[in-house]
């Protein structure tokens, strides 16, 4: 049990970068309509690099840190 504590405790921590990462995600795709994106290319790809990044950067935090806690403590397995 104390394997699943530790897990819930640092996804716990993570919920509200998840929550902000979504939220995030729903702007970038509501603002960047196919107009938007043609009237101003430049920003479009500066808001894409920024978002990717966001993401990149929330995958590497799961990757790193809850898929290793997780395996640890028998809560996943990895596919045969």
């Known amino acids: ?5 530790a897990f819930a405790r640092v ?7 998840f929550t ?4 995030e995600w729903g702007l970038y795709l509501s603002e960047w309509s196919e107009k ?5 290319w430049g920003s479009f790809a500066k808001a894409t690099r920024w978002i990717m990044g966001r ?10 840190c809850l898929y ?4 640890r ?7 045969p």
């Open 1 to 5: 049990m104390t394997g699943r504590r």
């Open 73 to 79: 403590h028998g809560l996943i397995a990895l596919r």
């Open 55 to 64: 993401l990149r950067d929330y995958m590497r935090m799961e990757n790193d």
């Open 20 to 23: 902000d990462l979504v939220q």
């Open 11 to 17: 996804a716990a921590e993570q919920d509200g970068r």
């Open 68 to 71: 290793p806690l997780a395996l």
């Open 36 to 40: 938007n994106i043609r009237e101003d």
